[in-house]
């Protein structure tokens, strides 16, 4: 900006009083400050105005928004109580200018808050008031979300009341900056929306993790500033019944509630739920760069009393798991089991017992540890890792001893990344294979061998660096993994239902027919189909005068597990066609 202030001033009318040299070299150096005075307000004020829409790209998400996008999110900033006021003003101005529809005039005022924010400016949460589908796949995996450079995944499903699934992913960024996607299903797995995303963080957020305490789904993840980055923890809550984020006691839509110490970060995180009405308690699991760990309780009748607890074991390096003893009850003893890779390439599982005494369950040193997994019934409790190439698990029932065991896989196959859940009467193994292939299996809670293991990645294969999660449906033999793929170099998250008594990837005969079944549940119905061989197909639903209601285009896989939701009521046909015409007659929905 070129700056046209003159220096010599028009002469005033009237008299000029008379004054001495010493009078005037006064004057003239008031006048010198005054202009500079002047011309640096207005330097700073035109840096300010440059810099302000470069800075304001710290919030990529809202700028870069189609209208009809604007007009499905609801914003918030999240403002912790470091924040200055001014910040805090400006920004919920913006919220406030936003959400009512003044779209052009709330971006108009973030470069101000860019400008006064500075690098540490505050994190900026969208709330889409209807939640954004993923791509429709008809075909098991299922996409999950719209974000790609996927690299965390968690997944969560409410198996004891909806039948509702949660899955959180982390995000390198998706060129509109945003690092946290949060997704929905209520047709276990089959179609997913998004219902919330998280940006304006300029660095990558270490972990994230979420868990359903009855009718709130809790979402914790690290954040921080440009200068401080992973040092802070946040949590937000969604409704499980219908997936939209939902506020705290206090009012506010997110909470942040931990700090780490100077120089300290947050590496991983690992939550875990009790699921009693009577007492409701979150727990959380931060392993911290200075390897030690901290512990923190939220009863969830006071939702941001969050209390932490500094434990004792401060060798914690990476790999961190945590579970609730599954099947719990009074008499037992043991509530949460926590496991880790500690220093001198050591397994630690840790246990929390009834009145708060941590102790120490289990240390072992093995070949490098890399990833554990851990899940609890009752008396047995069962830690999943890598070792050298392949996985296998630690396992003891009560008070006996610790025995080291593997699970079906391929040995002449490098192995790695296992997660092991205890949910639905089963201990549920996944893992990935060098090939990329991700494999399945489980066994009883009173049974020592593990059923053949089954392929679920559908051919997409699985990231080698992220770990897949296996979690129970909630509906008979049914559980759902959810994996990283990365087949054009972007990590995208899928979900695999896998239906272990049923379709699955076995092979039949080549002389049987291709089978076909279904089955109403709550919702819609449950199409099920077994080919011969992995290849195309077509599948159709029909009414009984003949008319198509539906149409699946099958591939990839030789088993298929399809839902229908609002079948509605009357007689149904499902007819396939792989080259070869067959069809049965569906049972009668109600």
């Not at 810099?51 to 912790?80: K, Q, S």
């Not at 940006?199 to 200068?227: C, E, H, K, Q």
């Not at 009693?276 to 009748?301: C, E, H, I, K, Q």
């Not at 296998?392 to 080291?404: C, N």
Request: hydrophobic residues 40%; glycine residues 10%; charged residues 20%.
């Amino acid at each position: 900006m070129r700056l046209n202030i003159p220096l010599n001033r028009p002469a005033r009318v009237g008299v000029e009083p008379v004054r001495n040299d010493a009078g005037a070299a006064v004057e003239s150096r008031n006048r010198m400050k005054r202009f500079v005075v002047l011309l640096l307000s207005v330097m700073s004020l035109t840096l300010a105005a440059s810099a302000g829409p470069a800075t304001a790209e710290r919030w990529p998400v809202l700028t870069r928004l189609r209208p009809d996008e604007r007009a499905n999110a609801r914003i918030d900033f999240e403002l912790g109580g470091g924040q200055p006021e001014a910040v805090v003003r400006l920004a919920r101005e913006i919220e406030s200018l936003w959400n009512t529809g003044n779209w052009d005039a709330a971006l108009d005022r973030l470069p101000a808050l860019a400008a006064v924010a500075g690098p540490d400016g505050p994190a900026l949460g969208i709330n889409w008031r209807t939640p954004v589908p993923s791509p429709e796949l008809s075909f098991n995996p299922f996409a999950i979300g719209v974000r790609d450079s996927v690299y965390v995944v968690d997944f969560e499903v409410d198996w004891r009341t909806t039948r509702h699934f949660f899955c959180v992913l982390a995000l390198q960024g998706d060129g509109m900056g945003s690092r946290l996607s949060v997704n929905f299903s209520t047709d276990l797995g089959h179609t997913w929306s998004e219902v919330f995303i998280l940006g304006g963080y300029s660095f990558r957020l270490n972990d994230v993790a979420g868990r359903i305490m009855l009718s709130r789904y809790w979402l914790a993840y690290t954040g921080g500033t440009v200068s401080t980055p992973n040092q802070a923890l946040w949590c937000r809550q969604f409704s499980v019944s219908s997936g939209v984020p939902d506020t705290f006691l206090s009012g506010s839509v997110s909470d942040n509630f931990f700090n780490a110490p100077s120089r300290d970060t947050v590496k991983e995180l690992a939550m875990v739920t009790n699921q009693l009405p009577a007492n409701g308690t979150v727990y959380l699991l931060a392993l911290m760069a200075s390897d030690s760990l901290r512990y923190f309780t939220l009863a969830t009748s006071n939702d941001t009393a969050w209390h932490v607890t500094k434990l004792t074991f401060a060798n914690a390096l990476y790999g961190l798991d945590a579970c609730w003893n599954d099947g719990w009850l009074s008499s037992d003893t043991t509530l949460i089991y926590v496991s880790y890779a500690a220093r001198g390439d050591s397994l630690y599982i840790l246990r929390e017992i009834l009145g708060g005494t941590w102790q120490r369950a289990r240390a072992v040193g093995t070949p490098p540890w890399d990833v554990t997994s851990i899940a609890a019934h009752r008396d047995t409790v069962v830690c999943a890792y890598n070792d050298d190439g392949r996985v296998r698990y630690q396992i003891r029932r009560g008070t006996g001893v610790w025995a080291v065991g593997e699970p079906p896989q391929d040995t002449t196959s490098r192995n790695s990344v296992p997660d092991v859940c205890a949910q639905g009467g089963y201990f549920h193994f996944v893992y990935r294979a060098n090939t990329s292939y991700g494999w399945y299996t489980r066994r009883p809670y009173s049974s020592y061998a593990w059923e053949s293991a089954r392929r679920f990645d559908g051919n997409l294969g699985i990231a080698y660096d992220a770990w897949p999660d296996v979690r129970w449906t909630g509906r008979g033999d049914t559980a759902g993994v959810v994996f990283i793929a990365r087949p054009t170099g972007g990590g995208r998250a899928y979900y695999a239902g896998f239906d272990y008594g049923a379709i699955a990837e076995q092979p039949v005969g080549p002389s049987l027919v291709p089978r076909l079944s279904a089955r109403p549940v709550p919702g819609g119905v449950i199409v099920r189909c077994c080919l011969d061989r992995p290849g195309p197909a077509t599948l159709r639903v029909c009414d009984a005068a003949g008319r198509v209601l539906r149409t699946w285009r099958l591939k990839g896989s030789a088993g298929h597990e399809l839902f229908w939701a609002d079948a509605g009521a009357g007689i149904r046909f499902l007819q396939l066609d792989d080259g070869r015409p067959t069809s049965i007659k569906l049972a009668r929905v109600h």
